[in-house]
T-cell receptor
Framework: SQTIHQWPATLVQPVGSPLSLECTVE??????LYWYRQAAGRGLQLLFY??????ISSEVPQNLSASRPQDRQFILSSKKLLLSDSGFYLC?????????FGSGTRLTVV | AQKITQTQPGMFVQEKEAVTLDCTYD???????LFWYKQPSSGEMIFLIY????DEQNATEGRYSLNFQKARKSANLVISASQLGDSAMYFC????????????WGAGTKLIIKP
């Protein structure tokens, strides 16, 4: 079966610290992968998407970066977190049409 | 420009009543797909229903149906016989076929079901 794993579920990090959020998918090959961010009470904002290993497209210029070292692994990173990076981060994958979302990471930068 | 508009930031509905959540979309493409997702307070995004632009019949999934009016570019979600567990944020989203399957999202509607 097709599943998506995202961790950690919650994270509290100080300003200026690094960030690494990981997302892995199982049961599918060559998926399109996405990172979204959701501010409290708002809709989803697409941050990055990837159509293959090493292929990353950025939708919004920001303090974050993404990498796809393996077909089913998608990593969201930052070298130095800002207060404005706080939010709910969702990983998602898509093959032909439907989307499956991870359970999300709630990041609070303090 | 491609855009999804959800004009209802919040709604209160009595339990067991039907509820309609509005969604209008804007695209010049002929081929597109429309999705509705539910997001409870836990944060997970739960897929509810999908309508393709070439589908002639309105999509239905259990208590959910999508009122697709192509000429008006609207894709309203109808929930019949609402339940307390339906309280959540609801998002309408659109996929344009040549966009690497990216989704364009509405701002969401917060639905609260009253007992």
């Amino acid at each position: 079966s097709q599943t998506i794993h995202q961790w950690p579920a919650t994270l509290v990090q100080p300003v200026g610290s690094p960030l690494s959020l990981e997302c892995t998918v199982e049961g599918t090959s060559n998926p399109n992968l996405y990172w979204y961010r959701q501010a409290a009470g708002r809709g989803l904002q697409l941050l990055f998407y990837s159509v293959g290993i090493g292929q990353i497209s950025s939708e919004v210029p920001q303090n974050l970066s993404a990498s796809r070292p393996q077909d089913r692994q998608f990593i969201l990173s930052s070298k130095k977190l800002l207060l404005s990076d706080s939010g709910f981060y969702l990983c998602a994958w898509s093959v032909i049409g439907g989307y499956t979302f991870g359970s999300g990471t709630r990041l609070t930068v303090v | 420009a491609q855009k999804i508009t959800q004009t209802q930031p919040g709604m209160f509905v009595q339990e067991k009543e039907a509820v309609t959540l509005d969604c209008t979309y804007d695209t010049s493409d002929q081929s597109y797909g429309l999705f509705w997702y539910k997001q409870p307070s836990s944060g997970e995004m739960i897929f509810l229903i999908y309508q393709g632009s070439y589908d002639e019949q309105n999509a239905t999934e259990g208590r959910y149906s999508l009122n697709f009016q192509k000429a008006r570019k609207s894709a309203n979600l109808v929930i019949s016989a609402s339940q307390l567990g339906d309280s959540a944020m609801y998002f309408c989203a659109m996929r344009v076929m040549d966009s690497n399957y990216q989704l364009i999202w509405g701002a969401g509607t917060k639905l609260i079901i009253k007992p």
